[in-house]
């Protein structure tokens, strides 16, 4: 198990392959995105995307999935979710048919304050296609369970 | 239509109402964010949570929603989506059964380099529940048609 006491500034993770049917880019798309450039296909070929793309708060999503799966398998982290994104980028855009892949470091780590049982570190997320471009990066603030609460 | 051109920094919106459901936020968590305090009462309950809660991205995505049913609905808007989000802070769990509302502010604009055709706002978004509490809030970096193209 891993606890906050645990992790390692420069820690370096590669983990993840989601591969993105069109049938989950538009039910995605249609619940929570319902843009045209998300939806229809002359609609996005008229825009600065060229073709249908999935909404950026899927490739969201579908990066989350793939940092839990990591967690579960590999990791088997003591975290409490996340308190924060910063810097989210949405470079390029993700396509019906790519496959991700994410690169995790982390670059900080530190108590929480007032909170002497939890910690916090920071992970920067990097989301790679099949041709291994940078679609989305950012930098995730992700509490922690210490194994030994702090002393006051 | 609103176009680049017409965007007023200080503008303010308020809008939205949507109800998240049980149902809906387990459906989200199973996909994209299965840690057991997001799926399961009981492990919930042992954390700091207290209750299951909604995935941190289902919040985002939700959000999302209400805001292009907004730029549909009323402001008609030309954007051409979001190049990203700074400062994003889940500050309180989000419940099943809560109702969840929108509130805008363009905070800053300028045109986008290299891009003639495009500009771009950022508007500091923060989401209340039913109690008029914030539970997350970003500042989005959207991109914009320009009514008339940049000259160089």
Request: hydrophobic share 40%; net charge negative.
């Amino acid at each position: 198990m891993t606890y906050y006491e645990d992790l390692q500034i420069g820690t370096r993770n590669c983990f993840g392959s989601y591969h993105v049917t069109r049938e989950e880019a538009l039910e995605f798309a249609s619940k929570y995105d319902p843009q045209a450039f998300h939806l229809d296909d002359d609609a996005a070929a008229a825009t600065h995307f060229g073709r249908l793309s999935c909404s950026g708060w899927h490739t969201a999503a579908m990066t989350m999935r793939m940092l839990v799966d990591n967690m579960d398998n590999v990791a088997n982290t003591k975290s409490l979710g996340a308190a924060g994104i910063d810097d989210l980028k949405w470079i390029r855009p993700v396509f019906p048919g790519d496959t991700l892949r994410v690169e995790t470091e982390i670059i900080d780590k530190a108590p929480w304050p007032g909170r002497p049982e939890m910690g916090f570190f920071r992970s920067k997320t990097v989301v790679f296609n099949q041709d291994d471009k940078p679609v989305m990066s950012y930098v995730a603030k992700v509490l922690m369970q210490r194994r030994e609460p702090a002393s006051a």
